[in-house]
C-alpha cells in the first residue's frame, strides 16, 4: 500500500462546478497535511494546510479531515480554468522527521469552460 | 511572506563538470531545508534533508558523495551535483521551512547534462 494514495484522476469539471480531490494515508501518527497545486513545468504551491479533524476553508478552497479514516480532501467550489492543475496531497511524516513530507501521486485537474 | 527563490533557473553543462544550485529563505529563517528531484510526469522525490550548521540526512539510494548538501545560514543552502551524467538531468526543487511544518518551495531548477 502507497503511503500517500490519491484519487487516480485526470480530473475534468465544467466551469463553476465543485471538484473534489481525495487523498489517503497510511502513517496514523501524521499530524499535518497539506495540499500542493502545481502548473506544468513549474514548482509546486501551497494552498492549504490542516492539522484538525474538520473542515477548514480559504475562500473557494476547503480542506477535510478525517484521522480516524486517514483521509484527507480538498474541495474547490466555482473551480476556474485557472485552477487547472496537477494537486499533491502531503502528508507530514510523523515521528522526529524535521517536518519531513511524504507526496501522493497527484491529480490532474481540467476545468473546462 | 514565506518565499523562496532559486538559481539558476535552468543550467545545461557536460557530461563530468559539477553544478551548484543555490536556493534561499528571503523573508523568513529556514531552519530547514529540503531537496527534491522531479522527472516528468511523477511526483516529487525527496533526495535529502538539511538543518542549519548540521550534515544532511540523505533518503535511501540518494548517494551523498553525489549530490552535496550545504546549509551554511539561516537562510541559504546550496545543493552540488558533482561529475554530472544525463541521467543526473532533472528538475530540482528545493523547499523550506521555518520551524513549523509548512514547506515553501523555491521555483526549481532545471539541469541539462550534455
Known amino acids: 500500500q502507497k503511503e500517500v494514495e490519491q484519487n487516480s484522476g485526470p480530473l475534468s469539471v465544467p466551469e463553476g462546478a465543485i471538484a473534489s480531490l481525495n487523498c489517503t494515508y497510511s502513517?496514523?501518527?501524521?499530524?499535518?497535511f497539506f495540499w500542493y497545486r502545481q502548473y506544468s513545468g513549474k514548482s509546486p504551491e501551497l494552498i492549504m494546510f490542516i492539522y484538525s479533524n474538520g473542515d477548514k476553508e480559504d475562500g473557494r478552497f476547503t480542506a477535510q479531515l478525517n484521522k480516524a479514516s486517514q483521509y484527507v480532501s480538498l474541495l474547490i467550489r466555482d473551480s476556474q480554468p485557472s485552477d487547472s492543475a496537477t494537486y499533491l496531497c502531503?502528508?507530514?511524516?510523523?515521528?522526529?522527521?524535521?517536518?519531513?513530507?511524504?507526496f501522493g501521486q497527484g491529480t490532474i485537474l481540467t476545468v473546462h469552460p | 511572506g514565506a518565499v523562496v527563490s532559486q538559481h539558476p533557473s535552468w543550467v545545461i553543462c557536460k557530461s563530468g563538470t559539477s553544478v551548484k544550485i543555490e536556493c534561499r529563505s528571503l523573508?523568513?529563517?529556514?531552519?530547514?531545508m529540503f531537496w527534491y528531484r522531479q522527472f516528468p510526469k511523477q511526483s516529487l522525490m525527496l533526495m535529502a534533508t538539511s538543518n542549519e550548521g548540521s550534515k544532511a540526512t540523505y533518503e535511501q539510494g540518494v548517494e551523498k558523495d553525489k549530490f552535496l548538501i550545504n546549509h551554511a545560514s539561516l537562510t541559504l543552502s546550496t545543493l552540488t551535483v558533482t561529475s554530472a551524467h544525463p541521467e543526473d538531468s532533472s528538475f530540482y526543487i528545493c523547499?523550506?521551512?521555518?520551524?513549523?511544518?509548512?514547506?515553501?518551495f523555491g521555483p526549481g531548477t532545471r539541469l541539462t547534462v550534455t
Open positions: 502531503a502528508v507530514e511524516v510523523g515521528g522526529t522527521s524535521y517536518g519531513k513530507l511524504t
Open positions: 523573508d523568513f529563517q529556514a531552519t530547514t
Open positions: 523547499s523550506a521551512s521555518g520551524g513549523k511544518a509548512e514547506q515553501y
Open positions: 502513517d496514523r501518527g501524521s499530524q499535518s
